[in-house]
Nanobody, 125 residues
Framework: QVQLVESGGGLVQAGGSLRLSCATS????????MGWFRQAPGKEREFVAT????????YYADSVKGRFTISRDNRKNSVYLQMNSLKPEDTAVYYC??????????????????WGQGTQVTVSS
């Protein structure tokens, strides 16, 4: 079993930045692809970004390309999401997820096996 805990969310003005962290435990972190999803009120959970097992490949949703950066540190069993130039439409609960499938990228929430509890990101205009 894998446990994931997100942190780093908060309230920020439009144009500002936040860095989300996801700490994992329970099994070998380096064996999983990692992803970030987000869910705004009244909307479905949507894909944001993913990174493969060794951190050499990344993939982003069009809505965040050029603004968000996903990274991982396998020695620390952690994955990060650096969010720059934040917009009010980025407001959502952000979830960290781990997937065991070997193909890349994993874009669907059902392709991920483990999920964190989420952290709230609110961007004011």
């Amino acid at each position: 079993q894998v446990q994931l805990v997100e942190s780093g969310g908060g309230l920020v003005q439009a144009g500002g930045s936040l860095r989300l962290s996801c700490a994992t435990s329970g099994r070998a972190f380096s064996g999983y692809a990692m992803g970030w999803f987000r869910q705004a009120p009244g909307k479905e959970r949507e894909f944001v970004a993913t990174i493969n097992w060794n951190g050499r490949n990344t993939y982003y949703a069009d809505s965040v390309k050029g603004r968000f950066t996903i990274s991982r540190d396998n020695r620390k069993n952690s994955v990060y999401l650096q969010m720059n130039s934040l917009k009010p439409e980025d407001t959502a609960v952000y979830y960290c997820a781990a997937g065991v499938l070997s193909r890349f990228p994993l874009l669907l929430r059902y392709e991920y096996d483990y999920w964190g509890q989420g952290t709230q990101v609110t961007v004011s205009s």
